[in-house]
């Protein structure tokens, strides 16, 4: 019953920025982490960022200085603001959260993808 929607995805210039969102709803009590995974095709999953409840953050090295993840408590939002893009940064990307379900088991549950493509 808990749903995991990401959104603003799209095609983009290199050099361009572009922010996603993800929006946690449904049965959940509470959230733990919520962050951000990548795969481009031929490659494994990776993660991109991610951000704990105390906002305490870390980012893959591919990513740091370029993106920035945040987190708005009271919405069960995490956003990701992606500038500086590269073409090597096209990939589907997955919104992950940690959370409680309102049978108080933990679980990880993950948003469905919105593709990023940045053309040189």
């Known amino acids: 019953q808990v749903q995991v929607v990401e959104s603003g995805g799209g095609l983009v210039q290199a050099g361009g920025s572009l922010r996603l969102s993800c929006v946690a709803s449904?049965?959940?009590?509470?959230?733990?982490?919520m962050g951000w995974y990548r795969q481009a095709p031929g490659k494994q999953r990776e993660l991109v960022a991610t951000?704990?409840?105390?906002?305490?953050?870390n980012y893959a090295d591919s990513v740091k200085g370029r993106f920035t993840i945040s987190r708005d408590n009271a919405k069960n939002t995490v956003s990701l603001q992606m500038n500086s893009l590269k073409p090597e940064d096209t990939a589907v990307y997955y919104c992950?959260?940690?959370?409680?379900?309102?049978?108080?088991?933990?679980?990880?549950?993950w948003g469905q993808g919105t593709q990023v493509t940045v053309s040189s």
């Open positions: 992950n959260v940690l959370g409680t379900d309102t049978y108080r088991v933990r679980r990880l549950y």
């Open positions: 449904g049965s959940i009590l509470s959230i733990n982490s």
């Open positions: 951000i704990r409840s105390d906002d305490s953050t």
